[in-house]
């Protein structure tokens, strides 16, 4: 009988013996899923950064294009520029005043006897006019005389470069049979100018009590 309780005590403790090696072994299974676990996770986590890393590149990319865009901008910015200067350009080819540093002068004869013809030459680079009566004064040894307007209407005249206008100056011609008068130079300012070209001429007229009566026609009038 005594043998008999030794025995089941053997075998009682040889069972416990197997569940805490089955226990432990579970144990030991599910502490090995678990570690896979925070490795899974890391490995997720691993995956998620690369996907910002990409959307990080995407966005740069972005950027580079909202540059490219702002460069766009500033190329229209200098196109409405070209566009404000434009208006000022047109001005000046259209016609602005002509002035006497870009006009060169030279004297004819004219169709009657008694008529100078003086010549102006648009030597600039533009398209000028000219609208008006020419200042003119006539110098002789005795003194300046300064010629009177006559009653033609006064035309515009537009010359473009190297193009050439005209006015006629009239005085009466020396018949007396005396030495008269000889201007022998011109000051002529032109149209709404106040510099002056100083002219050669030989102009001689009668003496008399008198103004001598010589008159300018405006620019673009004579032939």
Known sequence: MRVQNIALLA???????????????DNSSSSGGGSSSPSATASDSSGGQGSASQGSASQGSGGTGGSTGSTGSSGRSGGTSGTVHGPTGSGRASGAGCTTAHLSFSTSGGMAEGELIVNMKNTGSANCTLHGFPGVDLKSKDGTISASRSKLAVPT?????????????????????GTGETFTQLVVTPPNETHSTTLNAGINVPVTDGAPGITVDPVGTGK
């Open 11 to 25: 075998v009682a403790v040889a069972a416990g013996l197997s569940l805490t090696a089955c226990g432990s072994s």
């Open 157 to 177: 005249v537009t010359l473009q470069p190297g193009a050439e206008t005209r006015f006629t100056l009239h005085y009466p011609p020396n018949t007396s049979g």
